[in-house]
């Protein structure tokens, strides 16, 4: 009875505490396609967004710290974008903002909560990994930049769809600050 009652506690303890328990509510309840009002709420730094003030086929890209929105998920070194065009949310990505303590963050994130992408990248490798599942277009990538001050690699999480992606890299892009 003793070890019928250790095995319960143990599956109720790994059914409750799953590492969905702890994924990123913001990335989770943001729906993309959707009027950007409807995840406002989620993603408050995004209700100041006026669609009047962009011209037709603008894409709108607000930026806050993700730790803000997605603590203790090990993300303290990276931004959070998030594309609106139309009125819609068109993507989000997850992007580093200090080359000089580039920690691999966004690469672990990924592992852990959207699934298996190879082997820990070496110290200089620059590509991408598709990790799309369903209806979702997910790409991990490090490219080598330079901000300045340090060249290094920095790393990004592109979250769109298949209908949307282009509106988060396309050339009518407007940064609206943090």
Same mark, same amino acid.
């Given at each position: 009875?003793?070890?019928?009652? /250790?095995s319960m506690?143990?599956?109720? $303890?790994? +059914?409750?505490? =799953? /590492? =969905?328990?702890? =994924?990123?509510?913001?990335? !989770?309840? +943001?729906?993309?396609?959707?009027?950007?009002?409807?995840?406002? %709420?989620?993603?408050?730094?995004?209700?100041v967004h006026l669609p009047e003030n962009y011209e037709d086929g603008a894409?709108?890209?607000? %930026?806050?710290?993700?730790a803000d929105y997605c603590p203790d998920m090990g993300l303290d070194n990276t931004t959070l974008k998030v594309f609106i065009y139309d009125s819609k949310?068109?993507?989000?990505?997850?992007?580093?903002?200090?080359? %000089?303590v580039q920690k691999l963050e966004i690469y672990k994130f990924v592992k852990n909560y959207y699934g298996n992408?190879? !082997? %820990?990248?070496?110290?200089?490798? $620059?590509?991408y990994k598709d990790v799309s599942s369903g209806g979702n277009k997910l790409f991990y990538a490090r490219?080598?930049?330079?901000?300045? +001050?340090?060249d290094g690699i920095i790393e $990004?999480?592109?979250? =769109?769809?298949?209908?949307?992606?282009n509106y988060t890299i396309s050339e009518d892009i407007v940064e609206v600050g943090e």
């Open positions: 009875m003793k070890n019928f009652l /250790k506690v143990l599956i109720l $303890t790994l +059914v409750l505490f =799953s /590492k =969905s328990a702890y =994924s990123c509510d913001a990335l !989770k309840n +943001v729906k993309l396609g959707e009027d950007f009002s409807k995840s406002s %709420e989620v993603l408050d730094f995004i209700d894409t709108a890209v607000y %930026e806050a710290s993700t949310i068109a993507g989000m990505r997850i992007e580093t903002w200090d080359l %000089e992408i190879g !082997k %820990e990248p070496k110290k200089n490798w $620059t590509g490219m080598k930049d330079s901000n300045g +001050v340090v $990004t999480f592109d979250i =769109s769809t298949q209908e949307l992606i």
